[in-house]
């Protein structure tokens, strides 16, 4: 078996190493020299920086809060019953990607007063409403998971809970939070990461600026790329690269503080317990009004907004909308590319290290911790290296740059997409794979039997989401956009500048809301078939 378990290891670890091997340009060139940068104040990089970092720490930590007791009042819910089934909308703010909840916000408030008003009142008031905006984004998918997370606390525990009387605070205090302290420091993790390098929003809804101190670092580190480029393009790539080592650095060192703080946060309030529990009937109240009540709000915060979007706008099926088609195809082939390698790589992972990614504990944490760190490296920097890597490899014909840009899709997408398949993994129990060792199944029973059989309709979800991410991605979109018209920056000539037409806007907005509501939809169908599942 220790064969088979290094052959699986082997494949996760090269997966992620050919990750690596994609912004191999950016690693090197590190150099100490590039901390310079962080003196020199006539650039505003080290304000910058420093701003981001704040804005990106604070996000995760109130993105996780904010999902943490949004789940709290949904805690009664059962996920079978019709409100926890319906809740599953609460996916899709996330899946319409940046570019287009800034064109929802400037449909539903407008383009002049309201944006002038908080432009006018400074960064903070501009760095405020950003975070409601990543509340809708993320907040209410972090919602969901800690919710579903609350599904797997065993019944007895709360039972205990119910007939000791134990206080609202004290349960939360000794059964909800340590049962959530993992999921806790994932999600502020992903909400520090989201936050980080955030820049549609803040860009086309204030047109984020050094003069007016709102710039954040991605934007910092474009608009300083593309005036050096113009003068001198080796010094633009040394500058980014260079700028990019120290935001990076900066980044996983805020990454271990936010760790940190949330983990001695947890010492000090929340201890896990092994009860006492009864065997007997359940007492915890079965009529869940509250959560009811609260579960529809949640659901109307995310469907009313997007009503509101549908019929602000006249609709314009334009000549643009229609030559989505191809990019479109490409989006799918790439999706499809990027899902297989996802499920090998969570298969080899979960293989790999069986003991370690047996379930969502203190070890498992820090392997995703570490495939984050990838997502912590700068999209420009991404993008340079792809100038780079185009470069050696040159554009020779059409079939050879559209080979290059899925395969610079599967890449980008692996941390994202691999993460989410592991996670799923987890069902698959040791005892299960130590039952199968005993038969010596091939690799290809092994992987049929435990894995692409149980979990065909994740892996259609997983299809979703890269679809999803592939077609809302802005780096690989606009290096290539000169051969492969994107959605992104097809949204971005229409909703900004002389040129803007939102009614033409609005039919590619139509296409990003329909590939949203499909991810809910499926998503939906999982639901119901773990209910009928759990029924027999």
């Known amino acids: 078996m220790n064969r088979k378990n290094s052959f699986w290891k082997f494949l996760a670890a090269g997966l992620l190493l050919i990750v690596l091997l994609l912004v191999f340009p950016f690693i090197s060139n590190f150099s100490f020299s590039g901390f310079q940068v962080l003196r020199a104040n006539e650039n505003l990089f080290g304000n910058t920086l420093v701003r981001t970092i704040l804005f990106a720490v604070v996000s995760g930590f109130v993105l996780a809060l904010f999902g943490f007791w949004g789940a709290i009042l949904l805690a009664k819910v059962p996920a079978f019953s019709k409100v926890g089934k319906t809740l599953s909308v609460l996916i899709l703010p996330v899946t319409l990607g940046n570019i287009s909840i800034a064109f929802i ?19 903070i008031s501009k760095l405020g409403f950003l975070l409601l905006l990543q509340l809708w984004q993320f907040g209410l998918l972090f919602i969901y998971l800690f919710w579903m997370q609350f599904q797997s606390i065993p019944a007895n525990r ?74 001198n393009p080796s010094y633009a790539t040394k500058l980014t690269f ?8 900066m980044a996983v060192l805020s990454l271990a503080t936010l760790y940190l703080l949330i983990s ?4 000090l309030s929340a201890k896990s317990k092994l009860y006492p529990v009864k065997q007997n009937k359940t007492i915890r109240n079965t009529k869940p009004l509250l959560g009811t009540v609260w579960g529809v709000l949640l659901i109307g915060l995310v469907l009313v907004p997007l009503i509101a979007s549908l019929l602000s706008v006249k609709y314009n099926f334009s000549a643009e909308t229609f030559a989505l088609g191809f990019p479109l195809l490409m ?34 944490l820090f392997f995703f911790i570490l495939i984050f760190l990838v997502l912590l ?102 290096l290539f956009s000169d051969y492969i018209p994107s959605f ?49």
């Open 105 to 123: 916000s400037k449909l539903l408030i407008g383009d002049s007063a309201f944006f002038a008003g908080i432009i006018e009142k400074g960064v």
């Open 158 to 231: 709360l039972d205990y809970a119910v007939a000791n009387r134990f206080s609202f605070f004290h349960t939360i205090k000794d059964i909800y939070l340590p049962h959530t302290k993992n999921l806790w420091i994932l999600m502020a993790a992903l909400g520090m990461v989201f936050s980080l390098y955030e820049e549609s929003k803040i860009q086309y809804l204030f047109k984020a600026s050094q003069g007016t101190n709102s710039e954040l670092i991605t934007n910092w580190l474009g608009r300083n790329y593309q005036s050096s480029l113009l003068v």
């Open 242 to 249: 260079q700028s990019g080592w120290v935001v990076f650095l």
């Open 264 to 267: 001695a946060i947890f010492k």
């Open 331 to 364: 989006a799918f082939i790439a999706a499809v590319f990027a899902s297989v390698v996802a499920v090998f790589f969570g298969v080899g992972a979960r293989l790999g290290w069986k003991q370690t990614l047996s379930s969502f504990n203190n070890r498992s």
């Open 377 to 478: 490296i700068p999209p420009v920097v991404i993008l340079i290296s792809g100038y780079k890597w185009m470069a050696l490899l040159g554009y020779t014909s059409l079939p050879v740059i559209y080979t290059i840009w899925i395969l610079g899709h599967v890449l980008l997408s692996l941390p994202v997409l691999g993460s989410f398949v592991l996670f799923n993994h987890f069902r698959v129990s040791n005892n299960e794979l130590n039952y199968l060792s005993v038969y010596q199944l091939s690799k290809r029973e092994l992987l049929q039997n435990s894995f692409i059989k149980r979990f065909r309709a994740e892996y259609l979800l997983l299809f979703i989401i890269g679809f999803s991410f592939i077609w809302n991605e802005a780096i690989l979109n606009n």
């Open 488 to 536: 992104v920056s097809g949204l971005k000539m229409l909703i900004t500048g002389r040129g803007a037409d939102y009614s033409k806007a609005f039919g590619y907005l139509l296409v990003s809301l329909g590939l949203a509501i499909s991810a809910v939809a499926v998503w939906r169908y999982i639901i119901q078939r773990a209910e009928k599942w759990s029924l027999k």
